[in-house]
């Protein structure tokens, strides 16, 4: 196995920090900050997860792999999202089955906890990246990948919005739908990213993320453009407003945390603390909104303070979750295999290879 990248662990935690503080209140409380982590924080996590792609894996090992760790554990957040709610919610059998068939559709517009989105989506990025090097390869012309790349991310974005919504006509019933299952309509858009992840990674050292120019370079360009370019992005509603634009926003904000990320390898306290927070993502990932959204009305509704709301519901969305990851899944070889974990290794194993897992 190979040996884990500090400061990839680093950036997921970041991130995910990042992602939690996106999916509250935070919009009120600084709405310019707000738009700097939307400029990127999705990009970072396609981009990073991109980086472990393995190209050379025949296509059933992807499959197979990715299964494991990706759509196992959402499949069984689904099923566990449905118990809950017929055992301890007043809603009947039937709402509750008709929500858990709409989250086998498994798009954003359809999930419970829409934040899950995501897991699905990197299943079929898999599938997209395996068919572009896959292509590539075929075609005889490496050099024709960039090319290919600059064009899937234009289509891409150019389209976006032409299955959001759209009309299915099925057994002479017109269905209105949001988005394709799993989110492949993005998947030319993410692609980019995440592609563009797995070739970094082969031919840039992570040394020139370290450099102090690209820390102060990528951060002062980015804020440069947040604060007088007002376009944004969020994938989950196929907003893209600018193709130039968020495009290099995207690019300067992923640079930017990979560079923040080399920095703080240093510090010892604060590495081990991310490198902590990105190893438990996944499961932060799966339940901060649920938490965030009861602590928030909770501390609102006693404090009517929409700041102390905020900033108690931010913690409680992080340090919650880790606690569950921490005491209730780590320790149990079961619930592991459930989230698509890797089992303990036994003392002087060999350390743990990293994959797309964001929790992995």
């Excluded at 901060?288 to 006693?302: A, D, F, R, S």
Aim: aromatic letters at 18%; hydrophobic letters at 55%.
């Amino acid at each position: 196995m190979s040996k884990r990248v500090e400061y990839i662990d680093i950036a997921k935690g970041i991130g995910i920090l990042l992602v939690v503080m996106a999916h509250n209140d935070f919009g009120l409380v600084s709405p310019f900050l707000y738009k700097f982590i939307y400029a990127f924080h999705m990009p970072l996590f396609f981009f990073v997860s991109g980086m472990f792609f393995k190209a050379e894996l025949p296509f059933l090992a992807v499959l197979r792999r990715r299964f494991e760790t990706l759509l196992k554990p959402y499949l069984f957040t689904i099923l566990l999202i449905y118990f809950m709610t017929i055992s301890f919610t007043k809603v009947n059998f039937d709402v509750a089955t008709s929500r858990l068939i709409k989250a086998l559709y498994a798009n954003g517009h359809y999930i419970d906890w829409v934040q899950l989105w995501f897991i699905p989506h990197l299943f079929a990025l898999n599938v997209f990246a395996f068919l572009f090097y896959w292509l590539i390869k075929r075609s005889g012309l490496p050099w024709s990948k960039w090319l290919l790349l600059i064009a899937i991310q234009v289509v891409g974005v150019i389209f976006l919005k032409n299955f959001w919504p759209f009309d299915l006509s099925l057994l002479g019933r017109t269905l209105t739908l949001y988005g394709l299952p799993l989110s492949v309509d993005l998947v030319l858009v993410s692609g980019f990213f995440f592609i563009l992840g797995c070739e970094v990674n082969k031919y840039v050292s992570g040394e020139v993320f370290g450099h102090p120019l690209m820390l102060a370079g990528t951060g002062a360009a980015l804020l440069a453009m947040v604060w007088f370019l007002p376009q944004s992005i969020d994938f989950n509603t196929r907003f893209f407003q600018s193709l130039p634009i968020n495009t290099l926003e995207a690019l300067l904000g992923i640079a930017f945390i990979l560079a923040v990320s080399k920095q703080l390898e240093r510090a010892t306290l604060l590495s081990s603390i991310f490198r902590y927070v990105g190893q438990a993502s996944l499961i932060i990932l799966i339940f901060h909104v649920p938490i965030q959204e009861t602590w928030g009305e909770k501390i609102m509704y006693l404090t009517n303070n929409q700041v102390i709301s905020y900033w108690v519901s931010y913690f409680a969305g992080v340090l919650f979750p880790i606690v569950i990851y921490a005491f209730v899944i780590q320790p149990n070889r079961v619930a592991r295999w459930c989230f698509g974990l890797p089992q303990a290794s036994p003392p002087n194993a060999a350390p743990v290879e990293q994959t797309q897992n964001p929790a992995a």
